[in-house]
């Protein structure tokens, strides 16, 4: 068991948002007896223009790619909020607060991971708003908080929000198991060299490795972290 993540909980704007942030590690601290739970915020998929909603076919096929990708991972919860997409700035934000201290309640977390504030895509902003809001510290709740970075937004941001990691995890073999959970988000993925495809998830490990002293890992920021001797 690891000290401090033995209960964690993944908030992530979009389906495949989990897996590119923070997929490593989830499957890094499931492999050793941790428990991972997730909640996804917004649906993934564009309203269509008329309906103002989603195709409903559209969406359970997201939702069997996110189940695949997160049973692969270790993920003992999954939970969908289904927002609508890229428009979460339509949503009063207590009502995402709402949803998320809902799920946190649940869980009762040791650690929270969630998206970088300064990421380009405004989902992802509002959803580290939202958790940070929720996981404000109270008597008997201040669960670590950690920020991730997630390809294709966080590498977006402006020069003076550009996410600057203090936390690495070392993948070792958990970096192909989260290549073949990303491989089950077919849809999301892109061709090299664009940031969301499989080659840049491998570089991107690869890169934050080096940094780390290890051959592959993940990159995070710490928010915040209570220490209790
Ligand atoms: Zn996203």
Redesign the pocket.
């Known amino acids: 068991m690891i000290e401090g993540l033995t209960n964690i909980a993944v908030i992530?704007?979009?389906p495949?948002?989990e897996v590119l942030g923070f997929g490593g590690t989830m499957h890094r601290i499931s492999s050793k007896g941790g428990a991972v739970s997730v909640l996804i915020l917004a649906t993934g998929l564009a309203a269509r223009q008329t309906s103002g909603a989603a195709d409903p076919s559209d969406l359970a096929q997201l939702r069997e790619h996110s189940e695949s990708a997160n049973t692969l991972l270790g993920v003992r919860d999954l939970q969908f909020a289904d927002f609508p997409d890229n428009r979460m700035d339509t949503v009063a934000l207590l009502d995402v607060v709402h949803r998320v201290e809902a799920f946190l309640d649940g869980v009762k977390p040791d650690a929270v991971f969630t998206?970088h504030a300064g990421d380009l895509?405004v989902?992802?902003q509002i959803t580290a708003k939202a958790v940070q809001t929720a996981c404000r510290s109270l008597p008997g709740f201040a669960p670590t908080l950690i920020h991730g970075e997630?390809l294709s937004?966080t590498e977006y941001a402006l020069p003076e929000d550009q996410i600057q990691p203090n936390m690495y995890v070392e993948l070792g073999s958990s970096l192909d198991v989260k290549i073949a959970a990303m491989a089950c988000y077919k849809e999301e993925l892109r061709d090299f060299p664009h940031p969301r495809s499989l080659d840049a998830i491998r570089a991107q490990a690869a890169l934050r490795g080096t940094q780390s002293g290890v051959s592959a890992a993940e990159a995070f920021r710490i928010v915040r972290k209570v220490i209790t001797l």
Do not use: F, K, L
């Open positions: 992530a704007a979009h495949d948002d998206h895509n989902d992802h997630v937004s």
